[in-house]
């Protein structure tokens, strides 16, 4: 099945939200426990879209069901780097729509002149990794314990791809 990928716009803000907020709430992927509030949502879209940080949705008809971003780590310092995020909605996995999305992003990213697309990514998820991997990415260490949700505690990887 093929999916519509596009920029993100004004429009498809709640959309997006609400892909983070399903994905969030199933606890094993995200390091949320829900969707941030609106405002502030609302504030990451549009300054991802008024400073031209590459952040896409993948549409079903009119409905968001995925998305993917690289977005500032907030300092001079780390201007040449983004942070990225991913996720799917549940029906929607494994068909070849995570692929698509990570390599639409990262040429966005490599087009905007970054040289370094950072990541965290829970250690039990081992689709995100091996799909990490195989696009490039290196491991650069593990946060032993930092994440910890309903007492069960989890360790955070780091990976990077450079340009
Ligand atoms: C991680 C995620 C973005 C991957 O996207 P996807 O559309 O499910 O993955 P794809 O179908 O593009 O497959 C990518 C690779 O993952 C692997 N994969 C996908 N589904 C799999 C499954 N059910 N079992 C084992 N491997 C699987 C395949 O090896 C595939 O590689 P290939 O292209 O060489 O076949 C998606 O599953 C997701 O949104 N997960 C929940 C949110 C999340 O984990 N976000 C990342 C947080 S760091």
């Known amino acids: 099945m093929s999916y519509q990928i596009i920029k993100i716009n004004e429009n498809y803000i709640d959309g997006f939200a609400q892909v983070v907020d399903t994905v969030a709430r199933e606890l094993r992927y995200l390091a949320f426990l829900e969707g941030p509030p609106r405002e502030m949502t609302m504030a990451y879209v549009q300054r991802n ?3 031209n940080w590459p952040h896409i949705i993948a549409l079903d008809g009119e409905q968001v069901i995925a998305w993917a971003d690289v977005a500032s780590l907030n300092r001079p310092v780390f201007e040449h780097s983004g942070v990225l995020g991913i996720g799917i909605l549940p029906n929607y996995r494994g068909q070849g729509l995570g692929r698509r999305l990570m390599h639409t992003v990262l040429e ?3 087009a905007r002149g970054l040289n370094r697309v950072e990541l965290t990514v829970r250690e039990n998820n081992h689709i995100a990794i091996k799909l990490y991997e195989s696009l490039g990415f290196l491991h650069e260490g593990r946060h032993i ?3 910890k949700i ?3 505690y989890e360790n955070h990887l780091s ?3 450079l340009f």
């Open 150 to 152: 309903h007492g069960q």
């Open 145 to 147: 314990n930092a994440v």
């Open 159 to 161: 990976m990077a791809l």
């Open 108 to 110: 966005a990213a490599q």
């Open 49 to 51: 879209i008024a400073e």
